[in-house]
Structure formats: structure tokens, C-alpha cells
């Protein structure tokens, strides 16, 4: 039996034959805003056609300028724009692939002036407010759509996705939430899906029957006032009998204050919304959000939940995904973590998007992998992030790499990650751990090579990447048994009381406040729903009702010195549900403090000038780390010339992502 059966039967559809059922979902990558975008796109895409994805759904691009994400985004609304996007078609089909462009107008979420929506009600999320569109303006909104997708099929895409989910335009019609027209656009169920109806049925008239449409439905809006699951489905079934081809499916609007897919939501969580909706229609359904694996995304399969598969970010975590599993290597696939912090966070903040664990991602254009000219000897000292990024990749290229570790097991700090709740770094551990095995490193555990035989070696590149030590700050007390370090926390070597003080509220301090404050229910797919207030019955609007207290057995404050709100350093897109989990669960927060002392009684601070004592059984050091340089301080003085990476090099700031990219680029260049 070949792995993972379901996943790989074939589905056609209209003239599609897909090979499988793995689609790469819409992603938004800002790759459309650099010069070279046409080309970098087209690259980013035939890789992961070459990777063994059935159906490609392109990131959003509006039908008119009104609709622009911002003002550099694209929009297909004119046949000048074809040959950029023949470019990128061109590439997919060449490389055996096939893609859909999604079509997504964002409405009220237009980060540009002159933004419209349903009515001018503006988002929570953005801080300029939407005209409302007249009537003659939501008909030609509708006119752009189908406009679009003829345009889409000249310049050769297989189909379109039409975007009806996650907040945007279409959404904001549907629900009364954002919707309070009068006209036969808003009020009743009826005239509020008459705009994605009519989007449908226009672009179904436009593109002929062989052309395939995608309408990406919101399963779950996740904000008060949205739509009722009754409601949904009611509107899928309309859209269904208009000429929808598949239902792609979203989760949760952008304003809405539930995370849909950090790695704080349990994989497959929202399984129990999609299949409402595939219950309903007849068409295929696609499930989407917080699936990473193969075998999660076979079991969504066998167990009926859906009839495809969209994996977005574990596309740009593994371009070959799909062949990777076909092949029963799914043990080599490099797994999005669902950290969201080089894809969605740069986003944010106007960056081309990325992965943590493949810095490859949207940068295939400038970072082409392949045998190196020459084959050379490279040794790498320290086995954590950087360490393991630089190893590996110096070894699929062709180079004889033996890599020394001090500790007993690869993965440094990433081990300390991965024992917080929901992080998914063991995955990464796994990744490193095969790919050592098969590209033939010469691994070796408990080495604490010196700077003589470093130096008598004759490495080609000699990479120091002997990470960090946790910083201890210094305080009368500090060697009290109250203290513990947060390693000793994370690795489970000690386990601290019922009243903790965390001294740092760094990334770190947060991490420990989450593994520290675990409920004693666990982290189950229905411990988080209920704890989110996220409604499995389908009967409220929006999917929303009160949240479920959460028992947790201990009581955390988190300190900082400075006088700022912590938590400023965590990922813009995962940061606000970290804070609002650990509020939830009654971790406190004290900024602007001083240290005093720790002793017997606890942990003497000075807040708002007033002496206090916080009476905790343990204190916890997160305080920062400091670089671990001796070895390359001694081959400096050796003159050996060698490469300093990773939190060895720049302790300030370290994460694995940073780590990664800096060893995985370094090795790209030997
Ligand atoms: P960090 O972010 O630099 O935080 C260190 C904390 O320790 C700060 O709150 C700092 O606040 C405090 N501190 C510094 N020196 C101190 C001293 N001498 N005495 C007492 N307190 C002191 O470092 P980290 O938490 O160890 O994290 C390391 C890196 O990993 C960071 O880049 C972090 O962003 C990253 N990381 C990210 C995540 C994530 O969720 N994205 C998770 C984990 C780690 P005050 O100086 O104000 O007291
Ligand atoms: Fe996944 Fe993190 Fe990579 Fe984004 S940056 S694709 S969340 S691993």
C-alpha cells in the first residue's frame, strides 16, 4: 500500500486532472512589490509545482485598485498586467504544476487611501475609514471580479479563487457585522450573499465551463455579528448552485481576537466547521489552518472532514512536501512550526515574507541551492540552530562536514523551545536529526574539540557556533535554592512550586510563564475551543460564546525592569494571544521594577519606589544570555581564521531565526 492513499487519489474536476489532493493555499508573500517580482514569483511557484503540489493558489490580487491590500500590491484589472502573471503561469505549467490566482478585494482592510467597504464602518485593524459603495459601485465591484477572472484565464492561470473569508470585502458584505445597507445588498441572508452570488455567477458566465472556481468561504468569522453556521451553509449552497467548482475554506476574520493559526491552536482544530459545510454541499471542500503533516492531513481525509487539502506556510516551510510524502520520506519533510515569524510577522512589518526554518523561501531567485563547484572539509562546532542550518545545508551541497557537539543530543536552545506548549521544534529536531543521518555529516555527540585540533585539522571553513549561556544577573541571593534558571525549567532538570517570580519578560520569560501555566485539563483541540469561547454547535453568531475559565495550579508574576508593557518583543501575530492566554490563566505582570535581594521569604523588589516582597516559592531567571566565545577566542588567537554564527556571535536579539538564516546562507557561500 503506497503511504498515505487518500492523499494522493486523484480528483478531477472540470477539465483539471489533479494528481493529488495537496493544494498549496493563498499566501500572501509580498514578493509582487520587488522589481523582480514577476520572476520571483515565478520561481517561488514552479518550486513547489516541482514539489509535488496538485493546485497552486496564488496570494491575493485585487480586481480593481480600490480593492489593493496597499499600494504596491497588484491588482489584475487591465490586459497590461498579463504578461507579468504569463511569467509566473508559465513557470507552474512548465514545471508539471497548476494554478488558480485568487482574487481578493480587501475592502476595509485596504491599507490605502480611498478604501471602500460594505458600509463605512472602519476595522478594528486598520486606522483609516471605508467609503460606503454606492449601488452602481457594488455592481461594478462585481463586474471587476468576473473581469478579473477572464483576465486571469488569458493570462493562463487554470482557475480562480475567489475570496470570500478571513474579513475581507466579501465577508464584510455578508455579515451584519459590517454590512448595514438598506438595499438589496444588506439586510436579510438573502441580499447580503447577493454580492458573492452574483461574483460567482458572473465569473462562471465570463470564463466557460472548463474553467475552474475556487470560493474560499468563511467556515467560522469568529467575531460578534458575524454569520450563524445555518447561515453559512445557507450561503454555500447558493454559491454551489451558482458554479463553484470546490470550497476552499478560511477561519476567523483578521480583527478577531482568536488565534486560527499560531502554534498556540492545537493541529486540525477547526476540522469540526468544515465538516458542516462539506455535510451541506456536493462539491469537493478543503480544509485548511494548523495542518503541518501528512499523516494530520490524511487522517482530516479518511475521517471525511474534507475532500482536499490546503497547506500554505508548510509549502514555504517544504516546497517538496508532497513528493517528500508520496515517497514515504515524510520522516525528511522540514515542518512549518507555526511560528508566524518570518512569514506573517515580516509581512506586518513590509518585509518580503520567508520561513524560519527553509530562509530559501521567496528567495529561490537568490539563493539557488545545487552541488557547490568544489567539494571542501568544513567544521562545525556546536550542534544548536545555527550550528545544525549551516551543517546540513554544507552537506547537501556536497561538502565533507563533521559536526561537534557538546551536549549528548543535537538542538541546543531549540530544545529548551520545543518543551513549550504548542512550539513545535521537536519536528525541527527530527528534520536535522534525519537529515544528518542521510546526507552522510559526520555527527559527533560529547566532542569538545580544542583549538589545536580545530587548527591542526586543515579545514576549508572552520564555523564556531558554540551558541549562548544564560545570563545571571547579579543580585544578593542569587545562589539562594529559590533560584533556578530557566533551562533547568524548560528541560525539566527542576520543576518549580505553586508561587513563581519570573525575572525577564523577554521571550523567554513568556515562554517559561506558558509552560508554567499549563491548565491542569491539558491542551486538547476542545480545551482550547472552550477556553477561547469558540462555539462547536454552530448555533451563535460569529461562532462566539463566553469563554471557560481555565484551572491552573500556579501563580506567576513576570518582571522587567523597564518601565515599558511587556511582551513588545513577542511576533505582532502571535503576540497579542500569547498575552491574552497567560492574562486568562492569571499571570501577572510588574514592569519598572528593581531587584533587591532574594531570601527565605521570596523576592525583595522595589516598585513605584516602595519596597515589596513578592512570597514565591521559586524565582526563575530569564534574563537574557550571554555569547559562548572561548573557543573562538582561541583560535583567533591561534590565527585561525573561522566563522562566528549564531547567538555565539550576537547573543542580543538571538532566535532561531536568525540562527537559521545566518547558517544556512554561510553555507550556500562555501
Ligand atoms: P530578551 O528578549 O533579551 O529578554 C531578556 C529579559 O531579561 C528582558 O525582559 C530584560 O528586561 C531582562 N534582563 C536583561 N538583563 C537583565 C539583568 N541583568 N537582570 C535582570 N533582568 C535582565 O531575551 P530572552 O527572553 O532570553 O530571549 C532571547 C531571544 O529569543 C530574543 O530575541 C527573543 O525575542 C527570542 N525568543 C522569541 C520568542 C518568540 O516568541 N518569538 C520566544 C523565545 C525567545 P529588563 O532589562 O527590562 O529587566
Ligand atoms: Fe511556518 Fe514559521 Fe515558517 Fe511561517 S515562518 S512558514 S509559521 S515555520
Given at each position: 500500500m503506497p503511504p498515505y492513499p487518500h492523499l494522493f487519489a486523484p480528483l478531477a474536476l472540470r477539465s483539471l486532472a489533479l494528481k493529488n489532493r495537496i493544494v498549496m493555499g493563498s499566501m500572501h508573500t509580498r514578493l509582487e512589490c520587488e522589481p523582480d517580482g514577476a520572476e520571483r514569483l515565478a520561481a517561488f511557484y514552479a518550486e513547489r509545482a516541482r514539489g509535488g503540489a496538485a493546485l497552486i493558489v496564488t496570494g491575493g490580487v485585487s480586481p480593481d485598485r480600490a480593492g489593493l491590500l496597499e499600494p504596491d500590491a497588484d491588482a489584475l484589472d487591465d490586459a497590461a498586467r498579463i504578461p507579468f502573471h504569463r511569467t509566473i503561469t508559465d513557470a507552474v505549467h512548465a514545471a508539471g504544476g497548476r494554478i488558480c490566482l485568487q482574487i481578493l478585494h480587501?475592502?476595509?482592510?485596504?491599507?490605502?487611501?480611498?478604501l471602500v467597504g460594505a458600509s463605512d464602518i472602519p476595522a478594528p485593524i486598520n486606522r483609516r475609514k471605508p467609503r460606503a459603495l454606492s449601488d452602481p459601485e457594488v455592481e461594478a465591484t462585481v463586474e471587476a471580479f468576473a473581469r478579473c477572472a477572464a483576465l486571469a484565464q488569458e493570462a493562463g492561470y487554470d482557475g480562480v479563487e475567489i475570496m470570500g473569508s478571513e474579513g475581507y470585502l466579501i465577508t464584510q458584505f455578508t455579515c451584519p457585522r459590517t454590512n448595514k445597507r438598506s438595499d438589496r445588498w444588506g439586510g436579510s441572508l438573502e441580499n447580503r450573499i447577493r454580492f458573492p452570488v452574483e461574483i460567482v455567477r458572473r465569473t462562471r458566465a465570463r470564463t466557460g465551463p472548463d474553467f475552474l472556481i475556487i470560493y474560499r468561504l468563511s467556515a467560522l468569522d469568529l467575531v460578534e455579528d458575524g454569520m450563524t453556521a445555518q447561515e453559512t451553509v445557507a450561503q454555500a449552497r447558493a454559491i454551489e448552485a451558482v458554479g463553484a467548482d470546490i470550497f476552499d475554506t478560511g477561519i476567523g476574520w483578521h480583527e478577531a481576537r482568536v488565534p486560527t493559526i499560531g502554534y498556540m491552536v492545537p493541529r486540525a482544530a477547526w476540522a469540526f466547521a468544515v465538516k458542516r459545510i462539506r455535510e451541506a454541499v456536493s462539491i469537493p471542500v478543503m480544509v485548511t489552518n494548523r495542518i503541518n503533516t501528512p499523516d494530520a492531513a490524511e487522517r482530516l481525509l479518511v475521517d471525511g472532514i474534507a475532500d482536499l487539502v490546503s497547506l500554505a506556510r508548510p509549502m514555504l516551510a517544504d516546497s517538496a512536501f508532497a513528493n517528500k510524502a508520496r515517497a514515504g520520506r515524510a520522516d525528511e519533510i522540514n515542518t512549518c512550526v507555526a511560528c508566524n515569524q518570518a512569514c506573517l510577522d515580516y509581512l506586518f512589518r513590509d518585509k518580503v515574507g520567508t520561513c524560519l526554518v527553509n530562509p530559501r523561501a521567496c528567495y529561490e531567485t537568490k539563493l539557488p541551492t545545487g552541488p557547490a563547484a568544489h567539494s571542501k572539509r568544513i567544521a562545525v562546532v556546536g550542534a544548536g540552530a545555527a550550528g545544525l542550518a549551516c551543517a546540513v545545508t554544507a552537506a547537501e551541497r556536497g561538502h565533507a562536514v563533521s559536526l561537534h557537539e557538546a551536549?549528548?543530543?543535537?538542538?541546543g536552545q531549540l530544545n529548551l523551545a520545543a518543551a513549550v506548549p504548542g512550539k513545535e521544534f521537536a519536528e525541527t529536531l527530527r528534520y536535522f536529526n534525519v537529515h544528518i543521518a542521510k546526507s552522510g555529516i559526520d555527527l559527533r555527540l560529547a566532542s569538545r574539540p580544542s583549538a589545536q585540533e580545530l587548527a591542526a585539522g586543515r579545514f576549508d571553513h572552520v564555523v564556531i557556533a558554540t551558541g549562548v549561556t544564560p545570563r545571571i544577573p547579579s543580585?544578593?541571593?542569587?545562589?539562594?535554592?529559590k533560584v533556578i534558571r530557566y533551562d533547568e525549567v524548560l528541560s525539566g532538570r527542576k520543576t518549580a512550586g505553586k508561587r513563581v517570580a519570573i525575572i525577564g519578560a523577554g521571550g523567554i520569560g513568556f515562554d517559561v510563564a506558558e509552560f508554567l501555566s499549563?491548565?491542569?485539563?491539558?491542551?486538547?483541540v476542545e480545551q482550547f475551543l472552550d477556553a477561547w469561547g469558540v462555539d462547536r454547535t454552530g448555533t451563535s453568531a460569529g461562532g462566539l460564546v463566553p469563554s471557560r475559565p481555565e484551572h491552573v495550579e500556579r501563580e506567576i508574576v513576570v518582571l522587567q525592569r523597564k518601565p515599558t508593557t511587556p511582551g513588545r518583543t513577542l511576533g505582532m501575530t502571535t503576540g497579542w494571544a500569547i498575552k491574552a492566554q497567560l492574562a486568562r490563566r492569571g499571570v501577572t505582570f510588574l514592569a519598572g521594577v528593581a531587584y533587591e535581594c532574594v531570601d527565605d521569604r521570596g523576592l525583595h523588589i522595589i516598585l513605584d519606589g516602595a519596597p515589596r516582597v513578592l512570597e514565591v516559592d521559586n524565582v526563575v531567571l530569564c534574563a537574557g544570555q550571554k555569547p559562548v566565545r572561548t573557543l573562538y577566542d582561541e583560535l583567533a588567537a591561534l590565527g585561525v581564521r573561522v566563522h562566528l554564527i549564531g547567538g555565539a556571535e550576537r547573543?542580543?536579539?538571538?532566535d532561531a531565526l536568525r540562527a537559521i538564516d545566518q547558517g544556512t546562507r554561510l553555507a550556500l557561500g562555501f
Open positions: 480587501a475592502g476595509r482592510y485596504a491599507k490605502i487611501d480611498g551536549h549528548s543530543a543535537i538542538g543580585l544578593p541571593g542569587i545562589d539562594h535554592p499549563v491548565p491542569a485539563d491539558g491542551r486538547s547573543a542580543e536579539e538571538l
